[in-house]
């Protein structure tokens, strides 16, 4: 059992709220899994008080669905959920992304040049594995998002949005030349960013998300002989 060292209830809740939505964003808790409070509980060694808040916060990132006479599970968005998520991104990030070429300093360009080089040096990256997917200011979106100057935007991007989007970046990064693919997308998009031209910032931003969008449409149709396969073999 993993035992959680924190001073009071609202502490314990904090940790173990990051500590569960960093498994579900990283798939270790896969999506659809039914949530156990007692399984929690036992695993993150907290009681039920703190583990319920926490879970209530979850539901509030959209990361866990609460299902009438069944209880919590962990998201799992349908195809056409995910691509309304998608056109959702392609359209306000699209706008973050040329409000950004607008009023980012040039600071904050070096630094997310900056960004771009650690990204290139990830592990999985250069084994064409995955590509880097920490949060927050490591996350070249975010830094983009936060970069455009409009509260409510970031706020509607990077509030009860992010997470659910972060865990189905991660699920599709690893997708075959796609890392390479959106890492020379990024360069692009930079490139416009730097040179404060705010409607190609916003055009290749809007074409890197359908792209995504694209990526995930093909993993369904290739999915789905398999799921037609496994009817035939249940029936």
Do not use: W
């Amino acid at each position: 059992m993993q035992v959680i060292e924190a001073q009071d209830s609202e502490t314990l809740s904090e940790n173990v709220f990051r500590r569960i939505q960093s498994a579900i964003v990283q798939g270790e808790i896969p999506p659809g899994s039914k949530i156990s409070e007692p399984e929690l509980a036992r695993t993150y060694g907290i009681s039920r008080g703190p583990l319920r808040e926490a879970i209530h916060r979850l539901e509030g990132q959209r990361l866990l669905v609460r299902i009438p006479h069944v209880g919590a599970r962990v998201v799992s968005l349908s195809q056409q959920e995910l691509i309304e998520l998608y056109e959702i991104r392609e359209s306000l990030e699209g706008m973050a992304c040329r409000l950004a070429a607008e009023r980012m300093s040039d600071a904050d360009v070096a630094e997310l040049r900056r960004l771009l080089d650690v990204h290139e040096q990830d592990a999985a990256f250069q084994a064409g594995v995955g590509y880097y997917q920490q949060e927050g200011d490591f996350d070249f979106h975010y830094r983009i998002i936060q970069g455009s100057g409009n509260t409510t935007l970031a706020q509607m991007l990077c509030g009860e949005m992010y997470q659910l989007v972060r865990m189905y970046r991660l699920q599709f990064s690893a997708t075959p030349n796609r890392p390479r693919q959106a890492f020379a997308e990024h360069h692009r998009i930079l490139d416009a960013i730097e040179g404060r031209d705010g409607e190609l910032a916003e055009l290749l931003m809007r074409r890197h998300i359908a792209a995504s969008k694209r990526n995930i449409a093909r993993y369904f149709e290739s999915a789905a002989p398999t799921q037609s396969s496994k009817k035939r073999g249940e029936s």
